[in-house]
């Protein structure tokens, strides 16, 4: 996949005002300062998100239209601490019901700081996620991101740990770094995978390696 089209259509607090031509919509979400917006932004060869050193800063649902084919969503991070509490369960009941409500959703990318033990909220959502994938074709999709921080070696042992804490299969989970791109190509592929009809999608291989190069 190529993105070379994209059109902010908005940002939403309530399910009824989000867009309703019904083209799919690709989700992304993550603990706070995860580097949720830097990914994007990289996926997209451009700065559609915003990013910031404050976490937390993200606080409604954007949709951004791709290549007039498919909606990127940029939802609301999770876990900071220092936002007002009533705020907080706010976002988790509106994140909660967009996840759970939203017909057009067709995946969930769930960014994890690959240097960090997955907390709480990380192993909540991820339940969660799997527990609606177990009910209809929502598809979720494990990012670990900040890999340019580690080595090759430290990056293979904690995978494994991230995803032995998540109960999840390391073939379920990919590899990038905003700053160099690495992974960013089978991000775009597996996007492009899933917005695919089965009947079309011939080409997809079960041995396909996260393609991530060391520094």
Known sequence: M????????????????????????????????????????NLCNRKIAKTSSTPGKTQLINFFKINRKFYLVDLPGYGYAKVALDVKKKWEA??????????????????????????????????????????????PVYVLTKADKLGRSAIAKNKAEIAKALFISQHEMFIHSSVSGNGKKELLKCIDEILTPPAENLSISDEDEDGFEEE
């Not at 190529?2 to 019904?22: W, Y």
């Not at 019901?97 to 033990?117: P, S």
Request: charged residues 30%; glycine residues 4%.
């Open 2 to 41: 190529n993105i070379k089209d994209i059109d902010f259509c908005g940002s939403f607090t309530q399910l009824e005002k989000m867009p309703k031509d019904r083209l799919p919509e690709i989700a992304f979400i993550g603990r706070s300062n995860v580097g949720k917006s830097s990914l994007i932004n």
């Open 94 to 139: 509106f994140i909660d019901i967009y996840l759970q409500k939203r017909e057009t959703l067709k995946a969930v990318f769930l960014l994890l700081d690959i240097r960090r033990e997955p907390n709480e909220h990380d192993k909540m959502l991820t339940s969660w996620i799997k527990s609606l994938s177990n009910t209809s074709d929502l598809r």
